[in-house]
């Protein structure tokens, strides 16, 4: 009886969380191409410690992101393979390994103006640091039909 109500729960989180947009894994794989970091774990969402960091006076679209459902699932396969595909030519990896080291946060993407413009935000938390890297980033699609990547603020 336990199993099937594991069962249940399991299926029923399964089919209510959707996976991300294919121009989701394209922004994300660029950041992470653009950073040169071949090893992120990498989540969905920004955890409560770090949510009163994005908190901003007459930030409206600070607030919708933060008002986006983060119960979104990705592949970790083709978020590898976007990755490696927007490298640039000089880095050479196969396949990206998820280090235990390093983890990534980014909380959902705001598609703005037909979904030419997305905003979200993500904080880089390293054992190597003495604090975690938030930064609110801004992208754009441009002309040719590939996005790019700007720190639209960092936070301190």
């Known amino acids: 009886m336990r199993t099937f109500f594991l069962f249940l729960l399991l299926s029923f989180k399964s089919f209510y969380a959707q996976e991300i947009s294919q121009e989701a894994y394209e922004i994300y794989g660029l950041e992470l191409a653009n950073l040169e970091y071949k090893s992120y774990q990498f989540r969905l969402g920004i955890p409560e410690k770090y949510q009163e960091t994005f908190i901003m006076e007459n930030d409206s679209i600070g607030k919708k992101i933060r008002n986006l459902s983060a119960k979104k699932i990705f592949?970790?396969?083709?978020l590898s393979s976007m990755i490696v595909k927007q490298t640039p030519q000089n880095i050479k990896f196969k396949r990206i390994i998820f280090d235990r080291t390093e983890?990534?946060?980014?909380?959902?993407?705001?598609?703005?103006?037909?979904?030419n413009e997305a905003y979200f935000f993500f904080v880089i938390d390293s054992k190597s640091r003495l604090k975690p890297v938030c930064i609110y980033?801004?992208?754009?699609?441009?002309s040719d039909g590939k996005w790019c990547t700007e720190d639209y603020y960092y936070i301190f």
């Open 137 to 142: 980033l801004y992208a754009y699609r441009k």
């Open 75 to 78: 592949d970790s396969d083709k």
């Open 103 to 115: 983890v990534m946060y980014c909380s959902p993407i705001y598609f703005k103006n037909n979904n």
